[in-house]
């Protein structure tokens, strides 16, 4: 049975840090490309950074390019989402994702198992 269980969300002021992480169980994260999506209410879940199977390569929405960093230890079968200068409309909830396949994966359907999400509220 595969889990993702996300941790490392909480508040946080405008301006800071957090990273969030996401263990694996079931899965071996490295064979598959990874992902992260957020989600406010009324809204479409969507995407925010992935990381291919490796050699690692790894892509941004354009809104995060430059403050947030996905990685992953393979050794602890886990990623991470380190997100820098946080703004307040990065609030949402955070999903880690395993997609079916180790490409290029922008579409929530191109994942096959989610975590059950991590909030992120930023204040002002």
């Known amino acids: 049975q595969v889990q993702l269980v996300e941790s490392g969300g909480g508040l946080v002021q405008a301006g800071g840090s957090l990273r969030l992480s996401c263990a694996a169980s079931?899965?071996?994260?490295?064979?598959?490309?990874m992902g992260w999506f957020r989600q406010t209410p009324g809204k479409e879940r969507e995407f925010v950074a992935g990381?291919?199977?490796?050699?690692?390569?790894?892509y941004y929405a354009d809104d995060v390019k430059g403050r947030f960093t996905i990685s992953r230890d393979n050794a602890k079968n886990t990623g991470y989402l380190r997100m820098n200068n946080l703004l307040p409309e990065d609030t949402a909830v955070y999903y880690c994702?395993?997609?079916?396949?180790?490409?290029?994966?922008?579409?929530?359907?191109?994942?096959?198992?989610w975590g059950q999400g991590t909030p992120v509220t930023v204040s002002s």
């Open positions: 990381i291919n199977r490796g050699p690692d390569y790894t």
């Open positions: 994702a395993s997609a079916t396949d180790g490409g290029t994966s922008y579409s929530s359907d191109q994942y096959a198992y």
């Open positions: 079931g899965r071996t994260l490295s064979n598959y490309a």
